[in-house]
């Protein structure tokens, strides 16, 4: 989870793409050849989101502030060939 800010672990990629939005978690990280998908139907702009555990709501927010907060960073790419895939295999 610690892709965005090193010293922060609570940080998390997630993409926006094809009506989907997903995060791929490498299960094999010495070679990359096994992926866990986790998805949702839905879409997201591109952007910081601030996650709060105990009300389980979200909000858009312009930095990455606090160390006690969880944060997805949304981003949507125009070709994304493993999620095409995955996609495909649903």
Not at 4 to 25: H, Q
Not at 41 to 70: C, M, P, Q
Request: no cysteine; proline share 7%.
């Amino acid at each position: 989870m610690a892709s965005a800010a090193p010293p922060m672990k609570n940080t998390m990629p997630i993409n926006s793409y094809k009506g989907y939005i997903m995060a791929f978690i490498p299960l094999n990280p010495a070679n990359g050849d096994t992926y866990l998908m986790i998805y949702a139907k839905g879409t997201l702009e591109s952007g910081i989101y601030e996650f709060d555990v105990n009300s389980k709501s979200f909000k858009k927010v312009d930095a990455i502030e606090r160390a006690d907060k969880n944060y997805f960073v949304s981003l949507t790419p125009k070709r994304n060939t493993i999620a095409d895939e995955a996609i495909k295999n649903l």
